[in-house]
């Protein structure tokens, strides 16, 4: 548990330092719902009981600089092409309480500095957390930046 959590700490300082924030917020529009089935999933096929949509936000000292929405109606999503260079995958997975378990991975190549170049590394998380409507769970936190999931049902 400890080494998880020390491992998840320096996938979140990579986040952290390299300009997830510099990003500026994306409009989301959830009138267009397109959810995305994997090809590797399963339970692609399966829908869920409506529309949903699931927030991924990163704050800074409490105030939202980043925002990526996605509206699902079945259980596996896949986005890459709403902000660059980042990739938000996974499953929503209805449970027998009303809570759901979402299985993620989040993930983006960053540039990083090197003398007069620039390199660019892959950073990403893989986890699952369970959710209730319309409550907010932090999933990552480094320094003054946290991540937070939220899913909601779809509203007109």
Do not use: H
């Amino acid at each position: 548990m400890r080494k998880t959590f020390l491992c998840l700490l320096c996938v979140a300082s990579t986040f952290g330092s390299t300009g997830w924030a510099q990003n500026p917020p994306v409009a989301v529009n959830p009138a267009i719902p397109r959810p995305i089935r994997s090809v590797n999933s399963d339970d692609a096929g399966e829908a869920l009981d409506g529309n949903y949509v699931l927030t991924l936000t990163l704050k800074e000292k409490e105030t939202a600089v980043w925002e990526l929405g996605v509206v699902v109606a079945s259980r596996t999503f896949n986005n890459s092409a709403a902000q660059p260079n980042t990739n938000f995958t996974g499953r929503v997975l209805p449970q027998e309480n009303g809570s759901f378990l979402v299985d993620y991975q989040l993930g983006r190549n960053v540039a990083v500095p090197n003398g007069n170049s620039i390199d660019y590394r892959s950073a990403a998380t893989k986890s699952s957390v369970l959710l209730r409507l319309g409550e907010p769970v932090q999933i990552i936190k480094d320094g003054n930046q946290a991540f937070t999931l939220k899913l909601e049902r779809y509203k007109p």
